[in-house]
């Protein structure tokens, strides 16, 4: 297949070059002027890279005209729930905008490629623990600017999909971790901070934040392939949840994490990583992505925490030569 991955550099976007690569697929992905493209390292010359801002409709247009896709993954966008506080015109300008330009470059094609975009469980906001796990027909409730844009994503993707006969198909993750997570989310600034202190750079004192929200971690490369394979299986018009049916509590990731460390810890409770909305807990069923797709997650969390910080002491070793 000819296949565009908007957000190839980064975090999702760079695991699934990598898988769809050695599946013999024929690459191209939108990068911003500038990125680094240090996630793409094993593949970069497998690529054909297109720089492009998905804000803007000419480029997205010019790069669809340029890669002729039978595939469309739409990865760019802002990820953060904790940026979007400090820039929530951003995040709406990227994710619901962006998505509008590549849905429109979709529909303008002779004919529409298959596009997966991606939502969020942010969808979903503070619900009670009672109320899961979460199916992918939970009513939304949306509480900070990101999972607002997630929620005006779905609603395009229908849209799209009813309207024009664009071939969407909607894949909603839960929280994904793993190697190459930039920091600002919750594992990699763990991670980040044990691996200086294991290798001598930092005084052992981790600073976390809210530490008894619970969480449904699947490692990307488990996610990744979901999106392949919803890519091939997917029905357009439906959503499928990306989750491991278990909530971890941030404290036991935290506790994972020190058992990895070679020396002790003092945690210290650091006020700026607190977020101001509080989800307690999130955790969703992907019985309906395992009865289209046959998918299962097949990395643990022990495996994936060890990679994450396997990952970040690589980094600072980097660093150090440099």
Known sequence: MRVLITGIAGFAGSHLAERLAAAGHEISGTQLP???????????????????????RADVLRAFERAEPDWVFHLAGQASVGDSFHNPGLTIDVNVKGTVNVLEAARLRPTPP???????????????????????????????????SKVATHYLGQAYYRTHGVPVIEARPFNHIGPRQRLGFVVPDFASQLAQIMDGEREPVIGVGNLAAKRDFTDVRDVVRAY?????????????????????????????????????????????RKR????????????????CTGWEPEL????????TLLYWRQVLKARVKE
């Open 34 to 56: 500038g990125e680094g493209l240090e996630n793409l390292y094993t593949v970069r010359g497998e690529l054909d890279l297109i720089r492009c801002d998905v804000t803007s």
């Open 114 to 148: 298959r596009v997966l975009i991606v939502t969020s469980a942010e969808v979903y906001g503070n619900r009670s623990e009672e109320e899961m796990p979460l199916i992918e027909d939970s009513p939304f409730f949306p509480v900070h600017t990101y999972a607002v």
């Open 228 to 272: 392949d394979l919803l890519a091939q299986h997917g029905e357009p018009g439906v959503a499928y949840h990306i989750c491991s049916g278990q909530a971890y509590a941030i404290q036991e990731i935290l506790d994972r994490l020190l058992a990895l460390c070679d020396r002790p810890v003092r945690v210290e409770i650091d006020q700026r």
């Open 276 to 291: 101001p909305s509080k989800v307690p807990i999130t955790r969703g069923s992907a019985e309906r992505l395992k009865a």
């Open 300 to 307: 643990n969390l022990e495996q994936t925490l060890a990679d």
